[in-house]
C-alpha cells in the first residue's frame, strides 16, 4: 500500500537536488532561483484539493484513488524523461510545473488511502511506513547522479547550456522506478467501496460514542465571504504598493507575499460570488467551503504543519550558504573552502533522510508508550534544537549529530500529524481535506521564500546561519502547539 511513496519520492527527491542545477545550467541567475522555485509549492496549492475533491467522488471498477495514481505516474514519469532535455529556461520552468503537478496528482490521493485502508489505530503505522519509503527514495535518488558518474563512469559535466549525462540518466532512471512503484502499488491492492467506507465510519462513531466530534461542511456567509475577501485583496495591493515604492530597501521576493494575499483575496470574492448565486455544489465552492469549516482537531493541527515546514524550506535553501559562510569561512563559490562546504552539506542531507528510515520504525514505539501528540512533540523538540545547534558547533563533522535531530523530526513530519488528522476526518471527505491540509505545507514555503532573504540581508547583515536558527526557533514552537490539539479517542480493535 505503501510502496508507491518510494516512486513518488524519487521524483521529488530528483527534482529537488537537481532542478536549480538545470536551471543555472540554462542560464537562470541564483537570484531568480526563489521565484523560479516558488512554482512548485504553489502547484501543490491548487493541485492537492482540487484531486482530493475529484477523488473522493469518483468510484470506477478500478477503484476511487488508485485511478488518480496511474495518472500522476504517468504524467511524472514522461515529465522526468523530458525535463533534463530542457534545451532553454522557459521550458525547464515549465517542466517543472508539469512535473510537480503530476506528483501532486499521485501523492494526495496516496495520503487519502491510507486514511481509507487502514483503521484508526494502525493509521501511525501506515504513515510511519510512507516515512520509511520516503526515507529510502530520497536517500537513493539524491545520490543517483554520483552513482552514475562514480559507479558507471557516466559523465557529470557538459558544454555549457548543456545538462549533464549523469543527470539525465539520473532522470530516467527516476520515471521508471516511480512508474513501478506506483503500479505496484495498484496492482496488489483493492480499495473498499464507499458503501464500506460509510459502514466503517459509522462504527467508529459508535465506538467513539460522546467523544466523537461530528463535521458538518457549513455554508459561509455571503457577507463574511465579501468583507473578508476584500480586506485580503487590500492588503495584497497596499503591500505591493509599498514593495514597489521601496524596491531599492526591499527584498522582491516579498512580491510573493503580496501576490498571496491577493489571490486569497479574490478567491474569497469568487467563493462568496457563487455562494450568492447558490451555486454551491462545485469543486471550488466545496474547498473554500471545507476551508472555511475544518474540524477542530485539524484546525489545530494546521498550527503545528505551518511552524514544522517554515524551518524545512529555510534548511533546503539556506544550509549551503549556513554552512560553507560559518563552518568553513568562505562565501566564494570558486573557492575550495566553499565547494568543501557545498559536498559536506550533501553528506549532511543524505544524513537525515537515511535517519528518517530508522526513525520511521521507531515512532510507532514511541507513540505506543505515549501517544501521537508527546512522539511527535519529542521529535520536533529534537529537530529544533538540531537547528539551533547550527550556530554554536564549530567542527562541521559534528554537524552530523543536529541532522540525526532533523532525521527524527522529518520523518515524525511525514507521518504523525496525518495519522492524527485522518482519525478526525469523516471518510467521505478524506481527500479534499487531506488537500486542504496540504496548504499548511504550502504557505510556510511561500511565507519563507517572501521574507527570508529579507531578514538575512537586513536583520541578521547577510549571516545565513541565522536562518536556520529562526527555523529551530519555528520548530519548538510547533512542538508546543502539538499539545493543543486534541486527538480522537478511540478503541483499538484486533491488529488484523
Given at each position: 500500500?505503501?510502496?508507491?511513496?518510494?516512486?513518488?519520492?524519487?521524483?521529488?527527491?530528483?527534482?529537488?537536488?537537481?532542478?536549480?542545477?538545470?536551471?543555472?545550467?540554462?542560464?537562470?541567475?541564483?537570484?531568480?532561483?526563489?521565484?523560479?522555485?516558488?512554482?512548485?509549492?504553489?502547484?501543490?496549492?491548487?493541485?492537492?484539493?482540487?484531486?482530493?475533491?475529484?477523488?473522493?467522488?469518483?468510484?470506477?471498477?478500478?477503484?476511487?484513488?488508485?485511478?488518480?495514481?496511474?495518472?500522476?505516474?504517468?504524467?511524472?514519469?514522461?515529465?522526468?524523461?523530458?525535463?533534463?532535455?530542457?534545451?532553454?529556461?522557459?521550458?525547464?520552468?515549465?517542466?517543472?510545473?508539469?512535473?510537480?503537478?503530476?506528483?501532486?496528482?499521485?501523492?494526495?490521493?496516496?495520503?487519502?488511502?491510507?486514511?481509507?485502508?487502514?483503521?484508526?489505530?494502525?493509521?501511525?503505522?501506515?504513515?510511519?511506513?510512507?516515512?520509511?519509503?520516503?526515507?529510502?527514495?530520497?536517500?537513493?535518488?539524491?545520490?543517483?547522479?554520483?552513482?552514475?558518474?562514480?559507479?558507471?563512469?557516466?559523465?557529470?559535466?557538459?558544454?555549457?547550456?548543456?545538462?549533464?549525462?549523469?543527470?539525465?540518466?539520473?532522470?530516467?532512471?527516476?520515471?521508471?522506478?516511480?512508474?513501478?512503484?506506483?503500479?505496484?502499488?495498484?496492482?496488489?491492492?483493492?480499495?473498499?467501496?464507499?458503501?464500506?467506507?460509510?459502514?466503517?465510519?459509522?462504527?467508529?462513531?459508535?465506538?467513539?460514542?460522546?467523544?466523537?466530534?461530528?463535521?458538518?461542511?457549513?455554508?459561509?456567509?455571503?457577507?463574511?465571504?465579501?468583507?473578508?475577501?476584500?480586506?485580503?485583496?487590500?492588503?495584497?495591493?497596499?503591500?505591493?504598493?509599498?514593495?514597489?515604492?521601496?524596491?531599492?530597501?526591499?527584498?522582491?521576493?516579498?512580491?510573493?507575499?503580496?501576490?498571496?494575499?491577493?489571490?486569497?483575496?479574490?478567491?474569497?470574492?469568487?467563493?462568496?460570488?457563487?455562494?450568492?448565486?447558490?451555486?454551491?455544489?462545485?469543486?471550488?465552492?466545496?474547498?473554500?467551503?471545507?476551508?472555511?469549516?475544518?474540524?477542530?482537531?485539524?484546525?489545530?493541527?494546521?498550527?503545528?504543519?505551518?511552524?514544522?515546514?517554515?524551518?524545512?524550506?529555510?534548511?533546503?535553501?539556506?544550509?549551503?550558504?549556513?554552512?560553507?559562510?560559518?563552518?568553513?569561512?568562505?562565501?566564494?563559490?570558486?573557492?575550495?573552502?566553499?565547494?568543501?562546504?557545498?559536498?559536506?552539506?550533501?553528506?549532511?542531507?543524505?544524513?537525515?533522510?537515511?535517519?528518517?528510515?530508522?526513525?520511521?520504525?521507531?515512532?510507532?514505539?514511541?507513540?505506543?508508550?505515549?501517544?501521537?501528540?508527546?512522539?511527535?512533540?519529542?521529535?520536533?523538540?529534537?529537530?529544533?534544537?538540531?537547528?539551533?545547534s547550527f550556530l554554536f558547533i564549530s567542527d562541521p563533522d559534528l554537524?552530523?549529530?543536529?541532522?540525526?535531530?532533523?532525521?527524527?523530526?522529518?520523518?515524525?513530519?511525514?507521518?504523525?500529524?496525518?495519522?492524527?488528522?485522518?482519525?478526525?476526518?469523516?471518510?467521505?471527505?478524506?481527500?479534499?481535506?487531506?488537500?486542504?491540509?496540504?496548504?499548511?505545507?504550502?504557505?510556510?514555503?511561500?511565507?519563507?521564500?517572501?521574507?527570508?532573504?529579507?531578514?538575512?540581508?537586513?536583520?541578521?547583515?547577510?549571516?545565513?546561519?541565522?536562518?536556520?536558527?529562526?527555523?529551530?526557533?519555528?520548530?519548538?514552537?510547533?512542538?508546543?502547539?502539538?499539545?493543543?490539539?486534541?486527538?480522537?479517542?478511540?478503541?483499538?480493535?484486533?491488529?488484523?
Amino acid at each position: 500500500m505503501c510502496f508507491g511513496f518510494l516512486g513518488i519520492q524519487f521524483g521529488f527527491a530528483l527534482q529537488n537536488a537537481n532542478v536549480s542545477r538545470i536551471f543555472e545550467t540554462l542560464g537562470a541567475d541564483y537570484n531568480n532561483l526563489a521565484i523560479l522555485w516558488v512554482a512548485a509549492p504553489v502547484t501543490g496549492l491548487i493541485v492537492q484539493p482540487i484531486i482530493g475533491y475529484l477523488s473522493d467522488n469518483t468510484w470506477t471498477r478500478f477503484g476511487r484513488r488508485r485511478p488518480y495514481f496511474v495518472l500522476g505516474a504517468l504524467l511524472a514519469s514522461f515529465a522526468l524523461f523530458v525535463m533534463p532535455h530542457s534545451p532553454a529556461l522557459w521550458m525547464a520552468a515549465g517542466m517543472l510545473w508539469i512535473m510537480d503537478a503530476s506528483i501532486n496528482i499521485a501523492m494526495e490521493p496516496t495520503r487519502a488511502f491510507v486514511g481509507d485502508m487502514l483503521p484508526k489505530h494502525q493509521r501511525g503505522m501506515g504513515y510511519a511506513m510512507q516515512s520509511f519509503f520516503i526515507g529510502v527514495g530520497a536517500v537513493v535518488a539524491s545520490a543517483l547522479p554520483w552513482m552514475m558518474n562514480n559507479w558507471l563512469g557516466i559523465s557529470n559535466t557538459a558544454p555549457a547550456g548543456v545538462i549533464p549525462d549523469s543527470v539525465r540518466f539520473a532522470f530516467y532512471a527516476g520515471g521508471v522506478i516511480f512508474l513501478i512503484a506506483v503500479l505496484w502499488t495498484v496492482y496488489t491492492t483493492k480499495e473498499y467501496s464507499p458503501e464500506q467506507l460509510q459502514a466503517f465510519d459509522e462504527a467508529d462513531k459508535a465506538m467513539e460514542g460522546e467523544s466523537h466530534e461530528q463535521h458538518s461542511s457549513r455554508l459561509r456567509p455571503v457577507s463574511k465571504s465579501y468583507l473578508h475577501g476584500s480586506i485580503w485583496l487590500a492588503l495584497g495591493v497596499l503591500l505591493w504598493v509599498v514593495i514597489q515604492a521601496n524596491i531599492d530597501k526591499l527584498d522582491k521576493n516579498l512580491f510573493i507575499l503580496a501576490g498571496g494575499s491577493i489571490a486569497f483575496g479574490v478567491c474569497q470574492l469568487v467563493a462568496g460570488w457563487l455562494a450568492s448565486k447558490e451555486r454551491h455544489h462545485n469543486g471550488f465552492s466545496v474547498v473554500m467551503n471545507d476551508l472555511f469549516s475544518m474540524p477542530t482537531a485539524m484546525k489545530q493541527l494546521a498550527f503545528v504543519q505551518f511552524f514544522s515546514w517554515f524551518p524545512l524550506f529555510a534548511m533546503w535553501t539556506y544550509m549551503t550558504a549556513a554552512v560553507t559562510s560559518h563552518h568553513f569561512g568562505s562565501s566564494d563559490p570558486t573557492s575550495s573552502l566553499y565547494n568543501q562546504g557545498a559536498d559536506w552539506v550533501g553528506v549532511l542531507n543524505a544524513t537525515y533522510n537515511g535517519v528518517t528510515i530508522f526513525a520511521a520504525m521507531l515512532i510507532p514505539l514511541v507513540v505506543k508508550l505515549t501517544n501521537l501528540r508527546i512522539a511527535h512533540m519529542l521529535n520536533l523538540f529534537l529537530g529544533g534544537l538540531g537547528y539551533i545547534s547550527f550556530l554554536f558547533i564549530s567542527d562541521p563533522d559534528l554537524l552530523i549529530i543536529p541532522m540525526i535531530g532533523v532525521g527524527f523530526a522529518w520523518a515524525s513530519i511525514l507521518a504523525v500529524p496525518y495519522a492524527i488528522l485522518s482519525n478526525s476526518l469523516p471518510a467521505n471527505k478524506m481527500g479534499v481535506f487531506m488537500g486542504i491540509f496540504n496548504y499548511f505545507i504550502v504557505l510556510p514555503q511561500i511565507l519563507a521564500a517572501s521574507i527570508l532573504g529579507f531578514l538575512v540581508t537586513r536583520i541578521f547583515d547577510s549571516q545565513p546561519i541565522y536562518a536556520l536558527v529562526v527555523g529551530g526557533c519555528s520548530m519548538l514552537l510547533a512542538g508546543l502547539l502539538v499539545l493543543r490539539v486534541k486527538e480522537p479517542q478511540y478503541q483499538q480493535g484486533p491488529s488484523a
